[in-house]
């Protein structure tokens, strides 16, 4: 019986292959998106579940208070570890974790005399103690944890140890000695197998924390510094059986409070699951992707979307067949068929229709990886489909979607009179209850399409509106080159600033802190008495010499630039903190003094305002400090750029000649200005990749069910066509008869979908505090090329009918 339904349903697949290669390929576009969907999801939320007693260790992070806003670092003080073991109770484990950045790795010659081999650009190099090996278990090779009690000595991952010493054992790879950006020399103490698993703490190398304070290290790292929290900074805990989290928070501000004297900046400290790291894009974790649960929630409901439309498309070719099917109902059921086997008849239909679907959706997925490799996480790949769960995943998704499918229509077509249907062939209910179900279901599709146009159109809008908006400097063809993190030299700082001077592809040259906007940030609170009272706030500081403003090219509204000094000396402020000091005019701020801890400085000059960070944020006071100490990038400003670009390659080759006549043995690191400014706007460019493909999806989708059918409507209304021609209609009068309910149906969608796009777009764009608007044009310029689409589709099969000989229309008549 079970091999009998399906050969009856592949014999009815075959007989209808244009309608079953439509359902075929809406259900397959949307199977290949949940399973894509599946794998980022899974991937996202299997990180960092594999730790022993993981509901018990958590992060400790900071907030620091403003008067009027706050900010949240990952990091905490260095000496606090120390501490906490030594006061604090109710902790398993205590975990600090420093990480290094890029670093240059010199391995030692395995003779003396030979050459070392260098490995430049090395990442994931932490320093932590034994604490962490008890924290985050790993499988031993060599050695143990406790050598890293002793400073200068790292223990290495298995890939890397192999990298640096490919011809030993584990074993024999103890003492041998490797040296980071020519300043620390460490001595192998043990290698650990790779994490396996799905984790952030991906490290390669692990240089022992003791190293810091017996190295020039300690000053970089603010190692006795409890006024000084950094983000690059963490502190791991694992609790202990019973003790909740806020009891830990409260000894830890008993803490701080017998170890750190006042002062203006005095952060709170909370802990944060481990759990919750992945997702808290507000902390960050160690420099890497994090993910948004929004994000993910959205691809879950993109993937239900497509699937949702290829099930409306099967549920409407279905019951649009069901005339053509009356006949045969109506003889099984003479024949005895009972209801339940007629509907497992059409489910098993159903099955092999999603079934075949699921197998295109493997052969497409591969293709849909390459496409998106730039947007799906490096450990996501089709190899993972040959896990168990993906295969689960992928049944019990045919399973719902042949249910979802196939049971509305099965129940529909079972209902039918057997006495009625083989009398009349056609069935009792034809018509209205059905027909308003299919139009429901076409007003639908094209309302979830038209939402994602709308989407699309404005996520790209916002996306202009910021690469484009005049930002307050100078962008385009501006170098920003990273000086030596661990060299304070100014000497060879200088000689690299006038090496690069007389380049002539180069245009000026300044030495500074950060670029104007930037990631990083350096938070200060400063008193200003304005001569009526005093005024607090949280101003934004950055460093720079006087150069700096001419490269960006950033217009002064009052006063002078910032002399040299190798202390503050002075301040540049903007005109958003001169407004809020109660200036209305920029040069009746100059001359005022800012407080600033022990400090009293002039502000010697007011700059017009400029966006230091992307459109979500506001332009907040900000100032200008020259401190020498504080410069770790020069920022080159290139000659205007030639077609060929044959000066821009010269300014850069030069460029690097000059860094290794000063720096010898450290890597260039540079970057152009303005593509960092585009990539603060990366989840907004992912995104409207994202909705581009969403949307066209969704609209062929819709127009493949549209195209269904218009196949159907005209295959029944043929000899209408042909009276309707002899009676001297035209055929653009009988496209307009047919494909006017259609039209009058998406019409419907665009009108439903405007509220729903407007007010989701709207919250959206709230997220900016600068923000294009919102206009009327924008669901005008998506809802007439989905109406031109839709009558395309139409006039590709109604045109045709239209246009037969009614001769042969009527012929049978």
Request: hydrophobic letters at 45%; aromatic letters at 12%; charged letters at 20%.
């Amino acid at each position: 019986m079970l091999a009998n339904y399906f050969i009856v349903a592949f014999r009815n697949i075959w007989r209808n292959k244009i309608f079953s290669l439509i359902n075929i390929t809406g259900l397959s576009i949307g199977i290949t998106a949940s399973l894509v969907i599946f794998m980022i999801v899974s991937y996202q939320f299997s990180f960092d579940t594999f730790e022993k007693d993981r509901d018990r260790i958590y992060r400790v992070v900071s907030d620091m208070h403003f008067p009027d806003q706050e900010i949240k670092f990952a990091g905490v003080p260095m000496p606090m570890p120390a501490a906490v073991k030594r006061e604090i109770t109710g902790i398993d484990v205590v975990a600090p974790l420093q990480e290094y950045g890029e670093a240059t790795v010199r391995v030692e010659a395995k003779q003396e005399g030979g050459t070392p081999a260098v490995f430049k650009k090395e990442r994931r190099v932490m320093f932590c103690d034994e604490g962490y090996f008890n924290l985050i278990q790993y499988q031993w090779l060599s050695g143990s944890a406790g050598q890293l009690r002793e400073p200068f000595r790292v223990v290495l991952t298995e890939s890397t140890a192999k990298k640096y010493f490919p011809d030993l054992s584990p074993e024999k790879m103890i003492g041998r000695r490797l040296t980071y950006n020519d300043s620390i020399q460490v001595a192998v103490a043990g290698v650990v197998q790779d994490l396996r698993e799905v984790t952030e703490f991906d490290f390669k190398a692990f240089i022992s924390m003791a190293t810091i304070p017996s190295s020039g290290l300690r000053y970089n790292f603010s190692w006795d510094q409890w006024s000084n929290v950094s983000s690059s900074f963490h502190l791991f805990l694992k609790l202990s059986q019973g003790i909740s989290p806020s009891q830990i928070t409260k000894q830890i501000e008993l803490l701080k409070a017998r170890s750190v004297k006042k002062q203006n900046l005095n952060p709170s400290h909370s802990l944060q699951p481990l759990r919750d790291i992945h997702f808290d894009t507000e902390y960050g974790n160690f420099d890497e992707y994090l993910a948004e649960k929004p994000t993910l929630y959205g691809l879950l409901l993109v993937a239900v979307f497509l699937l949702l439309l290829g099930s409306i498309n099967f549920i409407n070719l279905m019951t649009a067949q069901a005339m053509h099917r009356a006949k045969e109902i109506g003889i099984r059921k003479t024949l005895g068929s009972r209801k339940g086997q007629l509907i497992f008849q059409f489910l098993s239909e159903t099955f092999l229709l999603t079934s075949l679907a699921t197998v295109l959706s493997l052969a497409m997925s591969p293709a849909i990886f390459k496409v998106f490799a730039g947007y799906i996480p490096a450990g996501v790949s089709f190899s993972a489909v040959s896990k168990p769960e993906v295969w689960i995943f992928l049944v019990s998704l045919t399973v719902m979607v042949s249910l979802l499918s196939g049971f509305y229509p099965a129940l529909v077509l079972t209902r039918f009179n057997p006495a009625l249907v083989l009398k009349t062939q056609m069935p009792v209910s034809a018509g209205r209850g059905r027909f308003l179900v299919r139009r429901s279901l076409i007003v639908i599709q094209f309302a979830i399409a038209q939402f994602y146009l709308v989407a699309t159109m404005v996520v790209v809008k916002q996306i202009h509106y910021s690469l484009s908006k005049d930002l307050g400097y100078r962008k385009e063809s501006i170098i920003n080159l990273d000086l030596p993190f661990d060299d304070k030299d100014a000497g060879k700082r200088l000689l690299l600033l006038n090496k690069l001077r007389v380049i002539p592809e180069i245009d000026k040259v300044a030495l500074g802190g950060d670029p104007p906007a930037s990631n990083g940030f350096s938070f200060g609170s400063m008193t200003v008495d304005n001569g009526r009272k005093k005024i607090e706030t949280t101003v934004d500081i950055k460093y720079a010499d006087s150069s700096f403003f001419e490269v960006y090219r950033m217009k002064l509204l009052a006063g002078r630039l910032m002399r040299s000094a190798d202390t503050a000396s002075e301040f540049l402020i903007n005109d958003t903190y001169a407004k809020f000091l109660g200036f209305q005019n920029p040069e009746d701020a100059l001359g005022h003094f800012v407080e600033q801890g022990q400090s009293r400085l002039p502000i010697v000059g007011v700059l017009a305002d400029f966006h230091s960070r992307s459109m979500h944020d506001e332009i907040k006071p900000l100032a200008f400090s020259c401190m020498k100490d504080q410069y770790y990038t020069l920022h080159i400003a290139l000659a205007p750029h030639r077609e060929n670009g044959e000066n821009w390659k010269a300014a850069i080759t030069r460029m690097e000649e000059s860094w290794k006549e000063v720096y010898p043995g450290q890597d260039l690191n540079y970057s152009f200005f303005d593509e960092t400014i585009a990539k603060f706007y990366k989840t907004e460019q992912d995104t409207s990749i994202l909705l581009t493909w969403a949307s066209g999806l969704t609209i062929l989708i819709s127009c493949l069910g549209l195209f269904g059918l218009a196949i159907y409507t005209t295959n029944r209304r043929t000899k209408e066509i042909g009276v309707r021609k002899v009676l001297g209609a035209s055929v653009a009068q009988i496209i307009l008869l047919l494909s006017k309910e259609f039209i009058q149906l998406i019409a419907l969608a665009f009108i439903i979908s405007i509220p729903a796009a407007w007010w989701a777009m709207h919250r959206w764009l709230g997220n900016f505090a600068y923000r294009t608007s919102l206009d009327w044009w924008v669901f005008l310029l998506t809802g007439l090329p989905m109406m031109c689409l839709a009558m395309m589709v139409l006039t590709l099969k109604t045109a045709r009918a239209a246009s037969v000989n009614p001769v042969e229309s009527l012929r049978s008549e």
